[in-house]
């Protein structure tokens, strides 16, 4: 990024104070003669000016002051107009505060400034924007190949040279890559609370973390459904924090594509598992029906990760419209339960297949996955299990 002092090397500029802010990073150049131009700026800028306008050593304290607080990257004095020098209580308060402030001769106009530094950013920006093409087209690759969400956030914190947390819609922490530092368990818990209460109210929008000294260091941004509804519930959450300061325009923009990748993925996985769960709604139907069994039905379950001993929830509700819903509402409560379950629906009945458990604590998940599915439905379904 373009700093200050790059853009005033090889020009013939006198720093008069703020030296030690010279790598401050220049986001524009703007000439103003107002009083208070801070209305029109949005912080990072180098003001340039020549102080016509600041007749009382007050207006020109407080204009140095206002600069200052509004977060600009300096201001340049131009000299020959109204001033011939620099006014002692600018450079003072400049001096108080680490502000960079410098004088400009009459011989070099502002345009000479303004020019070197459009080239400057213009340049910047057409890199930054190379960079962004070949990191898409990284993390592309990685959602082709099937590296899957972990590959994903693996790439970006290299990517952004920090740490990259990825969680699911209820604000669960699924994955986590670092890059030279990491993060504490400390602050990952509170990323991890801030998420959480987002998930749980249903926010939609990205944020800064709050945690630690995070704030310019961290974004965290909402996965949103490629097929869904802008504002519908996030399906993940991805977080990026820098190692040791603050995220840069590229920082960012890589952490969007992240997202973006995630999103495919994410897309490839529904579309995969809408596959399966036809796949084995075939199954189960067969299988309910007596022409799949024995060594016949082993063989077409293998595919689907079940073999050996393996139990069965059974769930039939009364209306269609629950019937309907049986199905997803029974997926995700397995989900939540943590339990890896076939689940299909065959003729309004879903059907769960797990792993064998033992009898106590086959009961136990019954009732408490009855339980999800009742308070989902608004409706409890009848059910077996076995």
Known sequence: ??????LLRDLDVRVLCGQDALSAPVRWVHISELSDPTPFLSGGELLLTTGLGLGSESEQRAYVRRLAEHGLAGLGVGVGFGLDTVPAPMVEEAQDRGFTLFEIPYELPFIALTEKAFVRLVNEQYAVLQRSIATQERLQRIVLSG???????QATAGLIAGSVLVFDPRGELTARHGFQRGLDEEVISEITGEVRERAQRGGARGFVPAAGELAARGLALPVAAVDGPVDARPQAWIVG?????ALGEFDRLVLHQAVTASAIELLRRRVAGTTERRLAGDVLAAMVSGELVGEELARRLAPFGLGGHLTALVLRAEGRKEQVRLEPVLSDALEDEAVSALVASVDGTAVALMPGYLDDELLALAERLHGRVARALGAEPAAGVG
């Open 1 to 6: 990024m373009l700093s200050l002092g790059d």
């Open 147 to 153: 590296g899957g969400l972990d590959a994903v956030a």
């Open 241 to 245: 924090i820098k190692d040791g300061e």
